[in-house]
């Protein structure tokens, strides 16, 4: 079992910067690859990035690719999500999960509660 509880979200004016947190407890942390994904109103929920378990390895949806950054602290079991010159379109509820292996992939057995990002115009 692990349980993720996600922080960092608010409201942020186009173009500044937010950095999520996702604190993980329960199975050996590097043993499970990360993602983040989001979901905005009226929307489906969307991939955004994902780390495997040792860092080596990142993916990010193009949407973000260039302007958010995926990192982890294997020893205090925390996974991040830096984003930069966030547009009005990156609003939206953002949920971190615990991948089913330490490698990247498509699948994710756990979740977090979600922390709100809005971004103003």
């Known amino acids: 079992q692990v349980r993720l509880v996600e922080s960092g979200g608010g409201l942020v004016q186009a173009g500044g910067s937010l950095r999520l947190s996702c604190a993980a407890s329960?199975?050996?942390?590097?043993?499970?690859?990360m993602g983040w994904f989001r979901q905005a109103p009226g929307k489906e929920r969307e991939f955004v990035a994902a780390?495997?378990?040792?860092?080596?390895?990142?993916r990010y949806a193009d949407s973000v690719k260039g302007r958010f950054t995926i990192s982890r602290d294997n020893t205090k079991y925390t996974a991040f999500l830096q984003m930069d010159s966030l547009k009005p379109e990156d609003t939206a509820v953002y949920y971190c999960?615990?991948?089913?292996?330490?490698?990247?992939?498509?699948?994710?057995?756990?979740w977090g509660q979600g922390t709100r990002v809005t971004v103003s115009s």
């Open positions: 329960g199975r050996t942390f590097v043993n499970y690859a």
């Open positions: 999960a615990a991948g089913r292996s330490r490698y990247v992939g498509p699948d994710y057995d756990y």
């Open positions: 780390i495997s378990g040792s860092g080596a390895t990142t």
